[in-house]
């Protein structure tokens, strides 16, 4: 099975602030990692495909970047709805399997 | 507009039974695979199962293979997880899922979720 690693757990950031999180593979992986963001209560929803298309409806400031092994999700400007968890996943191999989760909280 | 709509969480003792339905609109729905993600209690997402359009191919978590079982109704436009020999760690929020084209691809749309709490 492919693990995935993010880090870090958790960040506490300021609105304005850009927000750098990653994700590695543990085999590579081409660019078949998806990203998703979650907020408390409500479904996970899809941000980032092709590890750096970014689905319609977006904000351009969610950045995604990486090939093969380490993949970066990057916010350029944090704003008070960007407050969540994130997390990645690879869809490079069953069975799919996402990382365990970057929690964005309010500093 | 997708929507996805769960049914049929609630309450269960270990051992038993429960089956999920998803009920599906706003695409069509045979030309596209469907699957299962659940989260546990304040834990992260985990991959459950998923499903051909045609429903022709089916694929399981190592956790649930054998105890659990995908199919869908394309005429219906529903997705359904019979769970068999529920254990506490089943508990969890259960979301239907659409990937973007095939078993092989990200998930574009998610449902609301469904609770399933498995104690005696």
């Known amino acids: 099975d492919i693990q995935m690693t993010q880090s870090p757990s958790s960040l506490s950031a300021s609105v304005g602030d850009r927000v750098t999180i990653t994700c590695r593979a543990s085999q590579v992986i081409s660019n078949w990692l998806a990203w998703y963001q979650q907020k408390p209560e409500k479904a996970p929803k899809s941000l980032i495909y092709a590890a750096s298309s970014l689905r319609g409806g977006v904000p351009s400031r969610f950045n995604g970047s990486g090939s093969g092994t380490d993949f970066t999700l990057t916010i350029s400007s944090l704003q008070p709805e960007d407050f969540a968890t994130y997390y990645c996943q690879q869809y490079e191999s069953y069975p799919l399997t996402f990382g365990g989760g970057t929690k964005v909280e309010i500093k | 507009e997708v929507q996805l709509v769960e049914s049929g969480g609630g309450l269960v003792q270990p051992g038993g039974s429960l089956r999920l339905s998803c009920a599906a609109s706003g695409f069509i729905y045979s030309s596209y695979a469907v699957g299962w993600v659940r989260q546990a209690p304040g834990k992260g997402l985990e991959w459950v199962s998923g499903?051909?359009?045609?429903?022709?191919?089916?694929y399981y978590a190592d956790s649930v293979k054998g105890r659990f079982t995908i199919s869908r109704d394309n005429s219906k436009n529903t997705l359904y997880l019979q769970m068999n020999s529920l254990r506490a760690e089943d508990t969890a929020v259960y979301y239907c899922?659409?990937?973007?084209?095939?078993?092989?691809?990200?998930?574009?749309?998610w449902g609301q979720g469904t609770l399933v709490t498995v104690s005696s």
């Open positions: 899922a659409k990937y973007c084209s095939s078993p092989s691809c990200y998930f574009d749309y």
């Open positions: 499903i051909s359009g045609s429903g022709g191919s089916t």
